[in-house]
């Protein structure tokens, strides 16, 4: 009750259309599928981050310029009219082309989305509301897909509707009701010529030592992360047997959901717990348990010890998930926390991207252990952050 406005309105908006979201996002890939043909659609469908990358660039190049505020408007307008054209859309291309601009909309909206968390929190309760916004995401993650398993495929396109509506009067509330929190925010005469000076900061941010080892870890991590649905999702499914009455596809199920539900339940409560743990010890610390869990479970069929393992993996995922956009709020310079924000997306993309290589390692051991030594690197990486300034120079 204590937050900005702004925050709450946030928090209900964007915890709405996430659950419609994920009614339909995991279902993408099989409706292209059916469309285009199961080798046409796996081309199409590796475009979409990559699009998506270059609009988070771009999100945090215009939040730190025309504001937060404008931003999110911008990419929740492309969102809602590019869901409502996929709703009316009768074309298989034409669907295609509004599922990667909703992705756009969606890459330009987070890094102001962030960055106003930045601006109106804060430094010592920032984890918190950060844990907040995750828990509602997570919420919408783990019933979406239960709710979209009948709704997408026998009702698509009035859950198309229901996400252009719900997006339509969240849109409104923002012009309505929110405030910009831009800091020393002014009327720019040359938009333009303001934009492109902007960009030209994303320069400066390459040459900002400790945000790059922060981003080459950060990839290392989400390589990581990515295995539980790529790795141990193939390695459950082929090598546990049936146990406990269930067998390895209900198994993977199991674990997926103790991971979705953990994350639900303990990430506010664990984020309390480590308030007052510097951020790079508690990225060290998920790194540990990360590629621990992995390498151990990648020598196992034993449902007990799985489930003892995922808890352990799943832990390490929710002390990570709110300090990343935490230490960049507080590495940034104010005047670009939007492009360090948006910078910053890098590291999923790039580790999603990457994740798949995994599958070139002929046996489950090897890679674990090739997970665990990821993890290690990565570790070491977030360690060697502390021997450098830990602001970029003449940003200060």
Known sequence: MKWNKNLKIRLVGEGLFNLCYWMYFPYMAI??????????????MMIPPFVQLFGQ?????????????????????????????FALSTENWLDYVAYVLIGIGGALYSPASDAM????????????????????????????????????????TPLLWACTLILSVYLLIIFIEMTETLPGK???????RSLLEKAGNYRLIVQDRVFFLYILAGVLSIFTIMQLDLFIAKYIVDEV?????????????LLLGINGLMFVVLILPTTRLLKNWRDRDVFILSCLLNGGSL?????????????????????????RAPVINHFVSRHAPEAMRGQYMGASNMQYTIGRMLAPLIFFVS??????????????????????????????????
Do not use: C
């Open 31 to 44: 409706y292209f599928s059916s469309q285009f043909g199961v080798q046409l659609a796996s081309i199409l």
């Open 57 to 85: 660039l771009i999100g945090g190049v215009i939040a730190d310029t025309l504001g937060r505020r404008t931003t999110m408007l911008i990419g929740a307008s492309i969102q809602a009219v590019m869901f409502a054209l």
């Open 117 to 156: 968390v930045a601006d109106l929190v804060p430094d010592e309760e920032r984890k918190h509301v950060f844990a907040t916004f995750i828990t509602v995401k997570n919420i919408g993650a783990v019933l979406g897909p239960v709710i979209g398993a009948t709704l997408f495929f026998s009702y698509r």
């Open 186 to 192: 002014k009327p720019a005469k040359k938009i333009t």
């Open 241 to 253: 047997p049936a146990q406990w009455h269930l067998d390895s596809r209900s198994i993977l199920g």
């Open 295 to 319: 390498f151990l479970m990648s020598m196992t069929t034993n449902l007990v010890l799985l489930i003892v393992l995922i808890v352990a993996f799943t832990m390490g995922e929710i002390v």
């Open 363 to 396: 046996s489950p051991i090897l890679a674990g252990t090739t997970l665990f030594i990821v993890s290690i690197i990565s570790m070491m990486l977030y360690l060697k952050i502390s021997h450098y300034p830990y602001k970029v120079k003449g940003l200060e």
